[in-house]
């Protein structure tokens, strides 16, 4: 169980495009979603969190305006890059937190390779 | 200095041979995870521990909470055990993640 999907998985697009991006928990409902962005050999940074039904909360030096949250039920969050450009590509992770769950524990998804041309 | 250090940073290993993958965290922690990506990306937890040691399958992971300090044990290392590792620990309900440690396991 506690298995999470992201769809797409793989995404290249032309700069000035939008690119959404979703994370879904297939077998579990879940009350926080949390989005990560990993640089080639880098560390993963959060993003931000995004609670079901409320705004997400950004990490320092997040744009709110260009990575735009949304956790609309407790299974699915999206994660929408506006107005890519080359300096966004980057792996995109996302990871649930289980409704009753520890609040430690977090399930990753498979992550989504984003390439701005 | 990052509040989660892991090491070796990169790791190369025999076919067969015991590897251990170390993690020191300076913050107060109530669990650390340990996560192994993929070449790809991918991301999976292995293991979360706040006390003790786990073991699944051939992987074994310890940690001391008195020494802010976690060990990951490969036992008999396979080349698909080839993989970045990743420390990470919770910190209020926010996961602060080591750099990773690079391992190449070659027949």
């Known amino acids: 169980g506690a298995v999470v999907s992201q769809h797409p998985s793989r995404v290249i697009c032309k700069s000035g495009t939008s690119v959404k991006i979703e994370c879904r928990s297939l077998d579990f409902q879940a009350t926080t979603m949390f989005w990560y962005r990993q640089f080639p050999k880098q560390s993963l940074m959060l993003m931000a969190t995004?609670?079901?039904?409320?705004?997400?909360?950004?990490e320092q030096g997040v744009e709110k305006d260009k990575f735009l949250i949304n956790h609309a039920s407790l299974t699915l969050s999206t994660l929408t890059v506006t107005s890519a450009h080359p300096e966004d590509s980057s792996f995109y992770i996302c990871?649930?937190?289980?409704?009753?769950?520890?609040?430690?524990?977090?399930?990753f998804g498979p992550g989504t390779r984003l390439t701005v041309l | 200095k990052n509040e989660v250090e892991q090491s070796p940073q990169n790791l190369t290993a025999q076919e067969g041979e015991f590897i251990t993958i170390n993690c020191s965290y300076s913050?107060?922690?109530?669990?650390l995870h340990w996560l192994q990506q993929h070449p790809g990306g991918g991301i999976v937890s292995l293991f979360m521990?706040?006390?003790g040691k786990k073991k699944h399958g051939r992987l074994i992971a310890t940690i001391n909470i008195q020494e802010k300090h976690s060990s990951l044990h490969i036992t008999a290392s396979h080349p698909r055990d080839s993989a970045v590792y990743i420390c990470a620990v919770t910190d209020t309900d926010k996961l602060i993640f080591g750099t990773g440690t690079r391992l190449q396991v070659f027949p």
């Open positions: 990871s649930a937190r289980r409704q009753g769950g520890f609040l430690d524990e977090q399930f």
């Open positions: 913050v107060g922690i109530s669990a």
């Open positions: 521990l706040s006390s």
């Open positions: 995004s609670n079901e039904g409320s705004k997400a909360t950004y």
